[in-house]
Every structure is written in C-alpha cells, then in structure tokens.
C-alpha cells in the first residue's frame, strides 16, 4: 500500500518575505558603502572594514552585518569574529564593484536612497491611487522634470537606470538582427547606452538617443567615451508633448511602463507616425507573463510604478500586443532578455 506524505504548513517563506527587508538593507547598505569595491581582489579583516569606513558601532555589530552578508552569499570568510578575513563572492566582484563595466549598483543605490522610504508608503499608495515618491500626487513621469534639475540625483538615477538595463542591451544585441535597418531613435534613452552598444555591434547603424535637455551631457560623454560621435547623436526633447524623431527602428527601455494607459497609447501612436512602412517598435521591461503569476519582479515593478507615478502600470504581451495591433501595427514578437526582462517588439508590415 503506497503510503501518503502529508505536507504540514511552512511559516519559512512567509518569515523570509516578510522580514526580507532586513536582508535587503542590509545589502544596500554594503553598495552604498562601496563594500564590494573596497574588498575587489583582496581581502580584509572586520576591523580593517571598520576603520576604513569610519563606522562608530562596536565591532560585534560589524561582524554581525558582514557574517549576514556571507550568509546571504554576498561575501566569503576565512576565520572566525575577529579573526575573520572577508572577501567578495565571485557575483558580487562582477557586479557590484563600481570600477568594472559590468556594475549594477547604481539601480541599488538608488534603491536605498530613494525608494526604500517610498515603498515604506504602498499602503497609502494602494488606497489612494496616488504617486508616492518626492513629487507625491503626480502622475506620468513629470516628476522627471524636477529630478533632473539636481545634477546629484539625475546622475544617481542616469547610473540606475544604466546598471538594470546593461545586461538586457547586450542579450538584445545579440538576439536581434540590426544588420537590416539604417537608422534607430532610442526614446528616452538617459546616457545613451543603448544607441551605443547596438551601434558597436552595427557598424551600418546611426542613432539617436531622445530625452530631456538636461540629460544630453551624460550621453554626449557616454557617445565621446566609445568614440561614437559620428554615428550616435543626442537630441533634446519631451516624448510626452514633442514629435518622436524618425528611424526604421523606434526603441523604448522601461518607459511605456511609466504611464497611463491612455498616454501609453499616445507614445505608441507617435511611435507609428514616425516609423517608415517596415518600421519597429522595441519596448523593453519586466514584461508580465500573460498568466500573472511567475515574473515576480515584474509584478513588484508594475508596483514601484505606483509608488512613482500613480496610474503608471507594467503590462504583459497581451497587453501590448492588443495597443499595437489597436494603432495599426501588424504583428508582433516577444524575445526573452537578461532575468525577468524581455523586449517586446511590434512590426509594421
């Protein structure tokens, strides 16, 4: 006779997310430390990483935020409390060491900065409909106008934006065939990133990366940095009130997610009217999948995007797929990315 295994309730997950904001402070603030970088092919005792970052506490209280950190994975030890040597995991010397190309940090510093103290708000979010970030009550990314006029913060939230979306450009590169178009127009493009890594890739390609004036001195040293300056040019604009430029191809990195239904067909329609017959439109997110339940982080995501802009909301294929196809847009295609990311492209023809 087979015999049954009864499975008791498990309160582990439910501790584990609940208090997981524990562990996630205590990596932020590791990044925000620079950590990682101090501790780049090396390795230091807890009260060598005590001095060197001037921390006041007592030493016991280091070793137990870098004991939790190689709990965690983030660090490796050798020894034990003040005999202990701490030295970073091979994940966290690749991405998290702000002097290598592949660093993403700049997403988790301003996670720490900025919106660990907004989510602290999603109950009042989710009762109100409301942004909950500095700009409180506004919707649709104006809150973009205000941040970009303090260099500090458009410079933290530029290197964010850059460090979640690196790994997603260069899969996207080498999973889309640029080799047929002459021309792209990244739409809100930050630093330029994007226009310069499908570039490097496509030396027939010229771009342009479009966002707000202020934005245009980190993508014109972004551009000067891979000495591109012949084929990727930016252009200042607002793609919430102005024309979109002209290309073959029309991208978008995490900006259809950031608005409202209603302006996110707006942008798809200015997208078509500035795409020639055989046009594309590139969206690139945290796309949901249609069933709801396995892309948590774009889940999560669309969320942020109450805490940032209100209305704004991530969207799964079918979502998209129903705005494109509503515009004039004859097919469509999904391409998976780095982790939960995936670009999802309309075709004209």
Not at 15 to 33: I, T
Not at 287 to 298: A, L, S, W
């Amino acid at each position: 006779m087979e015999q049954q295994t009864t499975q008791h309730p498990d309160p582990s997950k439910i501790m584990q997310v609940g208090m997981g904001f524990w562990a996630s402070k205590a990596l932020l603030v590791a990044v925000s430390f620079d950590l990682f970088s101090l501790l780049t092919e090396t390795s230091k005792t807890g009260k060598e990483i005590k001095e060197i970052l001037q921390l006041a506490t007592s030493d016991r209280h280091v070793y137990d935020w870098l004991d939790a950190l190689v709990s965690l994975g983030f660090l490796k030890r050798e020894g034990l409390l003040e005999n202990a040597s701490y030295s970073n995991s091979p994940d966290t010397d690749t991405f998290l060491d702000v002097k290598k190309p592949s660093y993403i940090g700049g997403i988790l510093k301003m996670a720490n900065n900025r919106l660990y103290i907004h989510w602290g708000n999603l109950e009042e979010g989710l009762k109100t409909g409301l942004a909950q970030n500095e700009s409180k009550g506004d919707h649709n990314m104006h809150f973009f106008e205000d941040l970009y006029k303090t260099p500090e913060k458009l410079h933290e939230f530029i290197d964010a934006m850059s460090g979640i979306q690196g790994g997603n450009f260069m899969t996207l590169v080498k999973k889309f065939d640029f080799s047929k178009y002459n021309t792209l127009a990244d739409i809100g493009g930050a630093d330029g990133f994007l226009s310069c890594i499908i570039a490097l890739h496509n030396p027939d390609i010229s771009c342009t990366t479009f966002d707000l004036p202020p934005v245009a001195p980190l993508a014109e040293a972004k551009i000067s940095k891979f000495n591109l300056g012949d084929r990727v040019k930016a252009a200042g604009g607002d793609f919430l009130k102005d024309s979109l430029p002209s290309a073959d191809i029309i991208t978008m990195g995490n900006i259809l997610h950031g608005l409202n239904e209603e302006t996110k067909l707006v942008l798809i329609k200015k997208a078509y009217d500035a795409l020639p017959e055989n046009g594309v439109l590139m969206a690139i997110e945290n796309i949901i999948d249609n069933e709801r339940n396995k892309n948590t982080f774009g889940l999560l995501m669309s969320l942020n995007m109450l805490i940032e802009n209100g209305e704004a909301f991530d969207y799964t294929m079918q979502d998209f797929e129903s705005w494109v196809l509503a515009t004039g847009f004859k097919r469509t295609e999904l391409i998976s990315l780095a982790g939960p990311a995936s670009v999802a492209i309309a075709y004209k023809n």
